[in-house]
């Protein structure tokens, strides 16, 4: 029996209405509505190409772009119900448009496909997040360089293996992740340079026999040149997987950040302190103070990096052109995009929030006879002794030092001279964190004056730089 409700959206060509099954794993509605606002900004620009080009009147076109700004007022309001029947927000839009302008409405798919159409939808979507994701990675930097120049002589405990290494400046630390989140930005610039093509045109794969203007479209939704090959513009998601990589990886920056900041706020270490803003309480334990925004950031790194795995598998096995898998590219990617930038504000506000402990810091810089490399080096430099001797001496003075459970500079000269009697009381001057960090000079060294050099010059672009989010 045919079912007269089914020709709603296919025409003559389908009789029956789709299986109920059919109309779940089929709707992606509930999920691409999110791209309405760019949906809304082709079509006026794919309707006003279309009228200067003559291929429908320039009142169908003035009628098409005001219902559609009453559209958009719609779903701004909260107002529009969207319809899972019909399947995505281009055609709810377009059966929205036809309600309130009539016939005209039917002129706005000329000349385009939906193929063509989520493409240029889904890259509007996703430059506009790399531009709002470069504001808040730069306002992210500028609380981290702040606070690198506020603590730019704060000595803490360097590591590597997690076991204290060398001295640094808590400065210096946080300027570390002023550097990786640079790379981040860097990264997600240079995916926004290349998916910087405009598919609207396209159609469905072949392009199409209308005179259009594809440089004109191109141009009004500021793309730099319409994408070169219909077959590539349609079925591309290289722009997603780019911007998917680029966001795993400062993900992954944040995640490193947040499980410091878990470390730091333990009573063991005691580092830093995070006002009630940023923690949270137990249910149980009246005395704990937990550091859950910091695991939370920690944790959403990988929604990140899975959203990246998976478009990466959708991807994987699919001939030219388009094929319905790739409506599974937007849901993780609309969930990981909005992870990072959560994630972002949350680290942010964490920086700025934070409480350096200066006491605790240095007393852990002190331990672990950190100053031994400052001990080694002194002796390569006063006495023209081989490194590796030098380094061989220095172990077995630590050794001394730590079978009497004291310090290195509280190790005895005459002990140390029992191991090399060339040493004189001149080495006692290098055994402090202090001196150690103001002697490692060298560009991109943890002195003090280097960190507020390049903390201050950071903060000078920063502050400098427009932000287009």
């Given at each position: 029996?045919?079912?007269?409700?089914?020709?709603?959206?296919?025409?003559?060509?389908?009789?029956?209405?789709?299986?109920?099954?059919?109309?779940?794993?089929?709707?992606?509605?509930?999920?691409?509505?999110?791209?309405?606002?760019q949906?809304?900004?082709?079509?006026?620009?794919?309707?006003?190409?279309?009228?200067?080009?003559?291929?429908?009147?320039?009142?169908?076109?003035?009628?098409?772009?005001?219902?559609?700004?009453?559209?958009?007022?719609?779903?701004?309001?909260?107002?529009?119900?969207?319809?899972?029947?019909?399947?995505?927000?281009?055609?709810?839009?377009?059966?929205?448009?036809?309600?309130?302008?009539?016939?005209p409405?039917?002129?706005?798919?000329?000349?385009?496909?939906?193929?063509?159409?989520?493409?240029?939808?889904?890259?509007?979507?996703?430059?506009d997040?790399?531009?709002?994701?470069?504001?808040?990675?730069?306002?992210?930097?500028?609380?981290?360089?702040?606070?690198?120049?506020?603590?730019?002589?704060?000595?803490?405990?360097?590591?590597?293996?997690?076991?204290?290494?060398?001295?640094?400046?808590?400065?210096?630390?946080?300027?570390?992740?002023?550097?990786?989140?640079?790379?981040?930005?860097?990264?997600?610039a240079?995916?926004r340079?290349?998916?910087?093509?405009?598919?609207?045109?396209?159609?469905?794969?072949?392009?199409?026999?209308?005179?259009?203007?594809?440089?004109?479209?191109?141009?009004?939704?500021?793309?730099?040149?319409?994408?070169?090959?219909?077959?590539?513009?349609?079925?591309?998601?290289?722009?997603?997987?780019?911007t998917?990589?680029?966001?795993?990886?400062?993900?992954?920056?944040?995640?490193?950040?947040?499980?410091?900041?878990?470390?730091?706020?333990?009573?063991?270490?005691?580092?830093i302190?995070?006002?009630?803003?940023?923690?949270?309480?137990?249910?149980?334990?009246?005395?704990?103070?937990?550091?859950?925004?910091?695991?939370?950031?920690r944790?959403?790194?990988?929604?990140?990096?899975?959203a990246?795995?998976?478009?990466?598998?959708?991807?994987?096995?699919l001939?030219?052109?388009?094929?319905?898998?790739?409506?599974?590219?937007?849901?993780?990617?609309?969930?990981?995009?909005?992870?990072?930038?959560?994630?972002?504000?949350?680290?942010t506000?964490?920086?700025?929030?934070?409480?350096?402990?200066?006491?605790?810091?240095?007393?852990?810089?002190?331990?672990?006879?950190?100053?031994?490399?400052?001990?080694?080096?002194?002796?390569?430099?006063?006495?023209?002794?081989?490194?590796?001797?030098?380094?061989?001496?220095?172990?077995?003075?630590?050794?001394?030092?730590?079978?009497?459970?004291?310090?290195?500079?509280?190790?005895?000269?005459?002990?140390?001279?029992?191991?090399?009697?060339?040493?004189?009381?001149?080495?006692?001057?290098?055994?402090?964190?202090?001196?150690?960090?103001?002697?490692?000079?060298?560009?991109?060294?943890?002195?003090?004056?280097?960190?507020?050099?390049?903390?201050?010059?950071?903060?000078?672009?920063?502050?400098?730089?427009?932000?287009?989010?």
């Amino acid at each position: 029996m045919t079912d007269k409700t089914a020709n709603k959206m296919w025409g003559g060509r389908f009789s029956m209405s789709p299986a109920e099954v059919m109309e779940e794993i089929n709707a992606s509605i509930g999920f691409d509505k999110a791209l309405a606002p760019q949906d809304i900004r082709a079509s006026k620009a794919h309707a006003a190409m279309l009228a200067a080009q003559g291929i429908i009147s320039r009142d169908d076109a003035r009628k098409i772009g005001a219902g559609l700004d009453r559209v958009l007022e719609e779903i701004e309001a909260g107002k529009l119900v969207f319809s899972r029947a019909l399947e995505d927000v281009h055609m709810n839009v377009e059966s929205r448009l036809k309600e309130l302008i009539g016939e005209p409405a039917g002129r706005l798919h000329t000349a385009r496909s939906r193929n063509d159409q989520v493409a240029t939808d889904f890259r509007l979507y996703v430059r506009d997040w790399i531009d709002q994701a470069d504001a808040a990675l730069a306002g992210l930097q500028l609380a981290l360089a702040r606070k690198a120049e506020a603590c730019n002589d704060l000595v803490m405990p360097g590591f590597t293996h997690l076991q204290p290494a060398q001295p640094v400046t808590f400065g210096h630390h946080l300027l570390a992740y002023v550097e990786m989140l640079a790379r981040d930005r860097g990264r997600l610039a240079d995916a926004r340079a290349r998916l910087n093509e405009c598919p609207l045109g396209s159609a469905a794969l072949a392009g199409t026999s209308f005179p259009i203007d594809r440089h004109a479209t191109a141009e009004a939704l500021g793309f730099d040149r319409p994408a070169a090959n219909s077959l590539d513009a349609v079925s591309d998601r290289d722009f997603a997987l780019e911007t998917l990589a680029a966001a795993a990886i400062a993900a992954m920056h944040l995640s490193r950040l947040a499980e410091e900041i878990v470390i730091w706020m333990t009573p063991q270490f005691a580092f830093i302190k995070l006002s009630d803003k940023f923690t949270t309480g137990s249910s149980i334990m009246p005395q704990k103070r937990n550091p859950d925004a910091a695991e939370l950031v920690r944790a959403k790194s990988g929604r990140v990096a899975a959203a990246f795995q998976s478009l990466l598998m959708v991807m994987k096995g699919l001939p030219l052109a388009y094929a319905k898998d790739m409506q599974e590219d937007k849901e993780a990617t609309f969930d990981a995009l909005a992870s990072l930038r959560l994630g972002v504000a949350a680290m942010t506000g964490m920086v700025e929030d934070l409480e350096p402990n200066a006491q605790s810091m240095r007393a852990a810089a002190s331990a672990g006879y950190s100053t031994a490399t400052d001990l080694a080096d002194w002796l390569v430099r006063s006495l023209g002794m081989p490194f590796r001797e030098a380094h061989h001496v220095t172990g077995r003075i630590v050794a001394a030092a730590e079978a009497k459970g004291i310090p290195l500079d509280a190790l005895p000269l005459e002990a140390m001279q029992a191991i090399s009697p060339r040493i004189t009381a001149e080495c006692l001057s290098v055994l402090s964190v202090d001196s150690s960090v103001r002697s490692r000079t060298s560009y991109g060294g943890t002195a003090p004056h280097n960190v507020r050099k390049m903390a201050r010059g950071w903060i000078k672009r920063l502050e400098k730089a427009p932000r287009k989010g």
